[in-house]
């Protein structure tokens, strides 16, 4: 309040002697209450939990005016903490909503008040940056409108019918179970996105040596998104209607603005229109140089303006919202009337892009752009999977297409297809953003890194619980250059700040808060830290970020009334962001039962595999191996085991190894040393050597996609054991396995996997 | 391997089983859904159908579908919608145009709920939001068909195709011909004097060669009379004067064009995007 009697003693002269020539300056504030509550839904067919606020999924709208001030209390009813953060906002450190970055987890029972000034205007959004709740339900829009005397005003563009508008996905699964089943290489979420590009479909497709070469150089089956949903939302709904803006029916000739959120977990959102071209109008809160499109990708988190227009009386036109892998979407239809359809995008060529990435794959797990110079979305390598750009899989073989892959535009879709799709470098700010000249400058290089197979994410090979906050001078510039040398897109976003984007507008280039690094570009910002605190760079992949793709920018030594302690919450945070996950797999099969168990974060593993029979003959063994994941693709594994195993031979019946060793005992409990290293073709060899000497190396490879349910797998080693498996997947925790296993002979069971 | 074969058995049973279980909860609809023939009342049901879920009925000759489908799984909207993205409208949605355009002839039914405007040029170009000015503008500026034939061969040179190309220049020089010079203002007469012998040389001799390196050549001072035409001649929409560096040798070459993004009719796809935006003419 004091901060407040303040202003208004200082500026109720100034605005008086101001007021002959504008309007009043109100220095109001604008309160809402946000109350937190479990609830259940039903988007996709099945009740399951989510998190509600104020009795609504999405959260309620905010709008604000620029100069208002914002007072939000948030009431946690809750089980857990919670938090919020107001994306995109310019605050002070202490309001950003990071929970042991910038302030105490919001307890469960407890309230909080955010209270910060508003000195931007432009759509953003807001979510919970606690866990995995942003899955949930927790994102809302958040509205900072232009004063109607403000100078950037923009006739025809600012003084339009605005919706604004977040986009989700729903997933039925629980988003922790999500976490884990990537972490563990599950593929049921390809299956299901019919995706798994197993060696049949290769095959079927005349791409048998594409998929060959792709399992040589290392690779899992990829997909441009990794997560399966269930439905797509706009505002919370998969299709509705706008038929009204504030009263006022829509009618031909309209214009109206949309006021986009990618509120999406891990879903880009191909946005289109079917009235026309779309205009961009701005981007992440700030305003561009309108830009027409016919279509436009919407990352992770970033927000656009944009206008369109309703050409015909008695239609009402679909806006269509498709996530990147085309599997999902969602409808808004503008106008009223008979609803005139858009198309839907055309299913991706996956082979295409599996021969795109072995191309750009070196043996050692390093991408190779071959000399292209790739920066700012212009050059999407994804366009080889797009059949509305490179034509349908089937007729691409006909024509020979032998001068276009040297082409430097092979890539390029706005060169190589009739439609326009915007990139980085077509944006284009309304004015000068260029930073002050005297200002030092601090140049930093990130290279973003990270492995499919394990679901690692890092920045310079190291995840955030691996790396201390990164010193900044208040004042300083910040020029950022980052590589992504991971193959994955990354969304990546900074919190506090909005930064220019090097995109070759010069003086005019565009500012933003969240740059989309599609793999192999390299991108430059650049930003002034005049604002100090801990602030937050990650990546907006809610997945990615939990797998630990985040830094931290420590401006100045600011002191947090909420966090007496930064070190022990750091440490807090740290931790967090590393939380090691479990896996357990058996087979209860007619000869035994085969299974193992495994606890992981992103660097150390723990895992224990067991062989027990029905009978003394077949034995009992268990082994238990714990070891480091080293390097970035982590390939490499040292480790120290246990073994254990009991059988009974019956008389004078050895074992004797390749080497000669041999291994009298019935019961045998063993320590060892060894290493387990990814051969290409995905084959794991594995070498230990046990405290009485004896030597064993084995071969296996498990899950060889034959088909898109059928996997295949085999094991042999130096004790002359070996094993074949061939399994049937039903389901994401269930399938139907037949072995053959030297010890224990032939096995049909039902495999459980958690 | 017995006991996999059981198994097997035991599960194809089972989904034969699935598979011929009628629709519960039943609900039926009749509405019209617009379409001609056979072929596509075959393509309606088919994209209709969901097994377990809905089924649908089309008559060809009366134009009405009846529906039946599982209230408790599905809608109205749903099956309609589906059959819409089919290619076939219905009075509650209106399919793609491209979809409806790729129909087979036979199936190229009247699309009478498709508001006038739009239904009418809607093959040629897509999206031009404008197309009743354009059309309004073609009454009173005989010079747009001058500039949209111009276009339309610029976009051939785009796309390397040289027999196209050849035709799009016949249909200028038909345009030039019959422009009627009295009708244009003071400025445009003016300018039409100087350059209609030029254009319609130029033009003629594209329309004379398939040889795309020819065309190109002729492209060059086409496009530079047809810029002095431009300048003078008020135009609706922005038009693009654009300069790629490389062509006509290493001397430049420019081209008119409606877009502001490049596209290069000098190289086509080998150096697309090629070039700057030098003069925005509006």
């Known amino acids: 309040m004091d901060i407040q009697n303040l202003f208004q003693k200082k ?39 989510a998190i509600a606020v104020n009795g609504q999924i999405p959260m309620p709208t905010l709008t604000f005016t620029e100069g208002d001030t914002a007072e939000i ?34 307890e469960a029972g407890t309230s909080f008040t955010y209270r910060f000034p508003i000195i931007q205007h432009g759509t953003h959004w807001y979510h919970s940056h606690s866990g995995l709740q942003e899955q949930i339900g927790m994102y809302g829009s958040f509205i900072m409108k232009k004063r109607d ?47 798994t590009q197993s060696y049949a479909e290769a095959i079927r497709e005349g791409h048998f040596k594409t998929k060959l070469t792709n399992e040589w150089k290392r690779m899992l089956a990829m997909d441009v998104s990794d997560v399966y949903y269930d439905k797509i939302l706009i505002n919370g709904n998969h299709t509705s209607d706008l038929k009204t803006i504030d009263g006022k029916i829509l009618k031909a000739g309209d214009k109206v603005r949309l006021r986009i959120s990618n509120g999406g977990a891990s879903s880009y959102f191909w946005l289109r229109y079917a009235g026309g071209k779309i205009t961009v109008v701005a981007n992440d809160g700030n305003d561009v140089e309108p830009v027409e499109v016919d279509r436009l990708i919407i990352a992770v988190s970033e927000t656009y303006d944009i206008v369109v227009t309703i050409p015909d009386e008695g239609v009402s036109y679909e806006f269509l919202a498709t996530t990147e892998d085309r599997t999902q979407s969602a409808s808004y239809f503008i106008g009223n009337g008979i609803k005139q359809l858009i198309s839907p995008l055309p299913k991706l060529k996956y082979f295409e892009g599996m021969k795109m990435m072995n191309d750009m794959m070196k043996m050692n797990g390093d991408l190779d752009d071959m000399g292209m110079k790739m920066s700012l979305n212009q050059m999407d390598m994804n366009v080889v999977m797009y059949p509305e750009i490179t034509g349908d899989a089937k007729q691409k073989q006909d024509h020979s297409q032998h001068n276009m892959d040297d082409a430097p535009h092979r890539y390029d879709a706005n060169a190589l297809g009739e439609i326009t799709t ?11 953003t260029t930073l002050p000249k005297d200002a030092p400058v601090k140049e930093l290089k990130f290279t973003l890194t990270g492995n499919m197979n394990r679901y690692v ?41 909005d930064f220019r984007v ?38 907006h992949i809610l997945y990615h970020m939990m797998g630990g793709m985040n830094r931290v920018f420590a401006v100045d030594d600011y002191q947090n009334p909420y966090l007496p302690n930064k070190k022990q919450a750091y440490n807090k945070l740290q931790r967090e962001s590393n939380m090691p996950h479990i896996m357990v797999q058996n087979d209860f099969a007619t000869n035994g039962n085969d299974g193992e168990a495994m606890v992981q974060n992103a660097r150390w593993s723990l895992g224990t595999e067991w062989r027990l029979g ?141 | 391997m017995n006991s996999l074969r059981y198994l097997l058995t035991a599960l194809i049973i089972l989904s034969f089983g699935v598979s011929n279980a009628q629709i519960k909860n039943s609900k039926t609809e009749t509405l019209k859904i617009y379409g001609n023939c056979e072929m596509c009342e075959s393509t309606i049901e088919k994209a209709g159908n969901l097994k377990k879920v809905a089924s649908v009925d089309w008559n060809k000759d009366t134009k009405i579908a009846t529906l039946t489908y599982d209230a408790t799984k599905t809608n109205q909207d749903e099956i309609l919608k589906r059959i819409a993205l089919a290619g076939y409208d219905s009075d509650k949605f209106l399919a793609p145009n491209d979809v409806y355009a790729k129909l087979p002839e036979c199936c190229q039914y009247e699309r009478v709920n498709k508001p006038v405007s739009k239904a009418a040029p809607k093959t ?124 006509n040798d290493g001397k430049g070459a420019n081209w008119l064009s409606k877009e502001n993004a490049i596209k290069n009719p000098y190289y086509g796809s080998q150096m697309l995007t090629c070039g700057s935006t030098v003069e925005t003419i509006k």
Not at chain 1, 75 to 87: A, D, F, I
Not at chain 1, 161 to 171: H, L, N
Not at chain 1, 475 to 485: A, K
Not at chain 1, 733 to 745: A, E, L, P, Q, V
């Open chain 1, 502 to 539: 090097i995109n070759g507008k010069g003086e005019y280039s565009p500012l933003k808060n969240v740059l989309d690094i599609m793999p192999m570009e390299t991108n430059t910002i650049e930003f002034l830290a005049n604002e100090e605190g801990d602030w937050f760079f990650h990546c």
């Open chain 2, 124 to 247: 040629e170009t897509h999206d031009h939001s404008n197309h009743t000015a354009t059309i309004k503008k073609q009454e009173t500026n005989q010079l747009n068909t001058v500039f949209e034939s111009y276009f339309a061969l610029k976009d051939a040179l785009v796309k390397t195709d040289g027999n196209t190309a050849s035709a799009k220049a016949k249909n200028l020089s038909i345009a030039i011909s019959a422009v009627k010079m009295e009708t244009l203002t003071t400025d445009e007469h003016n300018i039409w004097m100087k350059v209609m012998k030029d254009l319609l040389f130029y033009t003629e001799h594209i329309s004379d060669t398939k040889d795309i390196g020819h065309q190109r050549d002729h492209f060059m001072s086409l496009s530079k009379n047809m810029y002095e035409l431009i300048k003078v001649s008020k135009s609706e929409t922005p038009v693009y004067y654009q300069h790629c560096p490389m062509a």
């Open chain 1, 11 to 49: 500026l109720l002269p100034i605005a008086l002697l101001l007021l002959a020539t504008t309007s009043l300056f109100a220095q109001k504030v604008v309160r809402y209450d946000l109350y937190v509550t479990d609830t259940l839904v039903n988007y996709a067919g099945k009740e399951k939990r």
């Open chain 1, 73 to 106: 209390v948030v009431h946690n009813q809750l089980k857990e903490s919670t938090s919020l953060h107001w994306h995109g906002v310019f605050l002070p450190n202490k309001e950003d909503g990071v929970p042991w970055l910038t302030q105490k987890p919001i």
């Open chain 1, 149 to 195: 005397d403000d100078k950037t005003f923009r006739k025809g563009i600012d003084d339009l019918a605005t919706v604004p508008i977040i986009i989700s996905e729903w997933t039925n699964l629980n988003p922790d179970n999500i976490n884990r089943m990537l972490h563990n290489a599950n593929d049921w979420a390809a299956i299901k996105k019919n995706a």
């Open chain 1, 422 to 432: 915007l990139n980085y470098a077509m944006l284009q700010s309304p004015h000068n």
């Open chain 1, 614 to 754: 029905y009978n003394d003959m077949h034995g009992y063994e268990v082994e238990t191996h714990f070891g480091r994941y080293i390097g970035k693709m982590q390939w490499f594994m040292p480790f120290v085991g246990f073994d254990y195993r009991y059988r009974k031979m019956g008389m004078d019946e050895h074992e004797t190894n390749l080497f000669g060793q041999k291994n009298k005992k019935d019961t045998r409990s063993a320590f060892s040393l060894g290493f387990m290293y990814t051969l290409p073709m995905l084959v794991n060899f594995q070498a230990e050597v046990y405290h009485d000497g004896i030597v064993r190396l084995s071969l296996m490879r498990e899950d060889i996609p034959i088909s898109k349910r059928i996997r295949a797998g085999f094991m042999v080693n130096t004790d002359k054991e070996y094993m074949a498996e061939l399994s049937y997947v039903l389901n994401k925790n269930m399938g139907i396995r037949t072995h053959y296993d030297s010890d224990m002979g032939f096995g049909v069971g039902l495999s459980l996997s958690y």
């Open chain 1, 457 to 497: 994410w890092s920045m310079d090979n190291r995840v955030f619980s691996e790396t201390d906050k990164i010193p900044v001078k208040k004042g300083e510039v910040l020029r950022i250059t980052i590589y992504n040398n991971s193959m994955m897109r990354h969304p990546m976003h900074l919190h506090g700040f």
